[in-house]
């Protein structure tokens, strides 16, 4: 049997990254950046189509982990509170935390709320950053 040649396997676009996909209207073997999933279609077809580019799915990175820094502080809460004195005093109302006597539950209840605080930053980071790139022209 004879063998087939490898062929090359960059972006006929850039040049640069390996080619992952093939357009469905030209037929350029495309990356991942110079290829639309939602129309199957390299940026080229598509800005010559008219160039409306489907907006990217949302990112689930930031979520997940906003929500692993969450789940973090709120057992540091709970561990704090059963560290601390029979009588002590927890309120909590989120994202503030009033401990009472106690040493070690007032430092939890610290970085539980930089948790939350650094949580709460990432996620409209996020948001902000898929809105710029979302609609910018």
Sequence with gaps: M?????RDLTCDICGERRAAFICSRCGRKVCHNCFDASSWLCV????EL???RAIRPLPTWPFALALILMVVGSVLMVVG?????????IFVWPPL???GPSLTALVLAVIAMALFAI???LLVYAMIRYLVMAFAI
Excluded at 44 to 47: E, G, I, S, T, W
Excluded at 84 to 89: H, Q, R
């Design 119 to 121: 949580a709460i930053i």
């Design 81 to 89: 509170a059963l560290l601390s004195p029979p009588y002590s005093t």
């Design 50 to 52: 008219g160039g409306a």
């Design 97 to 99: 935390f009033i401990v």
């Design 44 to 47: 080229k077809c598509l800005n």
């Design 2 to 6: 004879d063998e087939e040649p490898v």
